[in-house]
């Protein structure tokens, strides 16, 4: 079935330093969306990116979609503690009728 | 903003029995409903989706028997775990699709299953 590798799987970092979460598909993707799961918590919606390139920002957090729309990255600067949390990417699947989950990357952040 | 709550929270029940989990859209009606299981530190694995009035499409290597999903209005889902196992214990979460443009996602906070 479809798949996404997300990497890496786990990323620690001192507090302000930048992090990058990396999302590959072998597949051409429609689009693609990101969430965030802190720990004991459900995932919480944070974008979806659609059209090939495409860059989005909130604050501290850039995603973009790669022009060929396999790939997707999720960047944040700065890191603070209350970034603490495992990231997901979820492109749509096939059919177009479900999200389907990747593994996740889990961030922890010493102060 | 668009809420999907979940009953219970947590459950712990005995094996052999049946056990009822419901996902409400609670300011939007959804007319699509997903179900995922999640394994501690694994992603969430989708189940099966779930279309109000019809028959609930399970993923590969879901047992429909098992898993048994309900979406008898456009508000309500129900999953129930059928003799249940031990390893049946994990974190179950429902989904809607819905809301203002209709296409956002929105999640449960989930339902913890243990089974002793």
């Known amino acids: 079935g479809q798949q996404v590798m997300q990497i890496p799987q786990y990323q620690h970092v001192q507090e302000g330093e930048d992090f990058t979460t990396y999302c590959n598909s072998s597949t051409t993707l429609s689009n693609i969306q990101w969430y965030k799961q802190r720990p004991g918590g459900h995932p919480v919606f944070l974008i979806q990116l659609v059209k090939s390139g495409e860059v989005k920002k909130q604050k501290r957090l850039t995603f973009q979609f790669g022009e060929a729309k396999k790939n997707s990255s999720l960047h944040i600067t700065a890191t603070q503690t209350t970034d603490v949390g495992t990231y997901f990417c979820?492109?749509?699947?096939?059919?177009?009728?479900?999200?389907?989950f990747g593994k996740g990357t889990t961030l922890s952040v010493s102060s | 903003g668009a809420v999907v709550s979940q009953h219970p929270s947590w459950v712990i029940c005995k094996s052999g029995t049946s056990v009822k989990i419901e996902c409400r859209s609670l300011?939007?009606?959804?007319?699509?409903m997903f179900w995922y299981r999640q394994f501690p530190k694994q992603s969430l694995m989708l189940m099966a989706t779930?279309?109000?009035?019809?028959?609930?499409?399970?993923e590969q290597g879901v047992e429909k028997d098992k898993f048994l999903i309900n979406h008898a209005s456009l508000t309500l889902s129900t999953l129930t775990v059928t003799s249940a196992h031990p390893e049946d214990s994990s974190f179950y979460i429902c989904s809607a699709r819905g809301g203002g443009n209709g296409n956002t996602i929105y999640f449960g906070e989930g339902s913890w299953l243990t089974v002793v």
């Open positions: 300011d939007f009606q959804a007319t699509t």
């Open positions: 979820a492109p749509t699947n096939q059919a177009g009728t479900a999200l389907i």
């Open positions: 779930s279309n109000e009035g019809s028959k609930a499409t399970y």
